[in-house]
């Protein structure tokens, strides 16, 4: 199994970036992938979760429409476009995937958002 994550950087506040993550391993288009991110300090949360079908999202409170999960079960990829960043976006960001008594984890991509 393998989630490898891409697209992470450093971007100036109010810029975008889109994060990727290529999946193997597993059955994709049956699990339930979400995005999740861990800052300086604070604990890992929940920023972005789409269903298998790619029919249903659920997002973290804090994005606040800025964020955008999406998925290409063809691709085994799932992605996750980030615009209006700030500041306290900073953190590691997980891409994961979740069915019936499995959760994955990849080893995270960086995002600093600063000027």
């Known amino acids: 199994v393998q989630l490898v994550e891409s697209g992470g950087g450093l971007v100036q506040p109010g810029g975008s970036l889109r994060l990727s993550c290529a999946a193997s391993?597993?059955?994709?288009?049956?699990?339930?992938m979400s995005w999740y991110r861990q800052g300086p300090g604070k604990e890992r949360e929940l920023v972005a979760t789409i269903s298998g079908g790619g029919g249903s999202t659920q997002y973290g409170d804090f994005v606040k429409g800025r964020f955008s999960i999406s998925r290409e079960n063809a691709k085994n990829t799932v992605s996750l476009q980030m615009n209006g960043l700030t500041p306290e976006d900073t953190a590691v960001y997980y891409c994961?995937?979740?069915?019936?008594?499995?959760?994955?984890w990849g080893q995270g991509t960086q995002v600093t958002v600063s000027s």
């Open positions: 994961s995937a979740w069915g019936p008594g499995y959760a994955y």
């Open positions: 391993g597993f059955t994709f288009s049956r699990s339930i």
